[in-house]
T-cell receptor, first 118, second 112 residues
């Protein structure tokens, strides 16, 4: 069963506009975490932002914020004032804690290719 | 800085060959992961490990096995490579108390 779903295969946005990348997840575990990663054409995976399931406030990191709606099981990434350098693949991921202490499973979504137009 | 090193960036192997992909991390992380990345499918989890000699199947384990004899090293093994295993393979590691996943640079495997 798909645990992480990114429904937007591709998005095109004008420079300086805000953009929202969608991510929904499925888990019955009360303790989990959600990540967003950026993968430019160079292939490296760049950490953007993290949200824990018990965090009271939505995570923010500079121009990145995570719109965490727990009841809807969504964790959308918002990029404010987009820049040309934001063009990349974006992946949402979920950490699940297993019964064995310290053991974790990490699953990723299909990704969204974001293109910023000048 | 945490470093996750994958032994080979680019490999070309023949159908039926046994293939080893090595991953080493230098920060004593408990959890290590192997993914394959294919266009339109994202990163799919093959196997993961949370301790030495402990391993768990991910979502697509068929055709693969893994080995973790030492904490810092997690190997992915293709017992008999097939053309549908042509892909980019990513290794990752994480410590339970840190909210970051560290990735290797990826290994591009072509099976001909």
């Amino acid at each position: 069963a798909q645990k992480i779903t990114q429904t937007q295969p591709g998005m095109f946005v004008q420079e300086k506009e805000a953009v929202t990348l969608d991510c929904t997840y499925d888990t019955s575990d009360p303790s989990y975490g959600l990540f967003w990663y950026k993968q430019p054409s160079s292939g490296e995976m760049i950490f953007l932002i993290y949200q824990g399931s018990y965090d009271q406030q939505n995570a923010t990191e500079g121009r990145y914020s995570l719109n965490f709606q727990k009841a809807r099981k969504s964790a959308n990434l918002v990029i404010s004032a987009s820049q040309l350098g934001d063009s990349a693949m974006y992946f949402c991921a979920m950490r699940e804690d297993l019964i064995i202490q310290g053991a974790q499973k990490l699953v990723f979504g299909q990704g969204t290719r974001l293109t910023i137009n000048p | 800085d945490v470093k996750v090193t994958q032994s080979s960036r680019y490999l070309v192997k023949r159908t039926g060959e046994k293939v080893f992909l090595e991953c080493v991390q230098d920060m004593d992380h408990e959890n290590m992961f192997w993914y394959r990345q294919d266009p339109g499918l994202g990163l799919r989890l093959i196997y993961f490990s949370y301790d030495v000699k402990m391993k768990e199947k991910g979502d697509i384990p068929e055709g693969y096995s893994v080995s973790r004899e030492k904490k810092e090293r997690f190997s992915l093994i293709l017992e008999s490579a097939s053309t549908n295993q042509t892909s980019m393979y990513l290794c990752a590691s994480r410590s339970g108390g840190i909210n970051t996943i560290y990735f290797g640079e990826g290994s591009w495997l072509t099976v001909v």
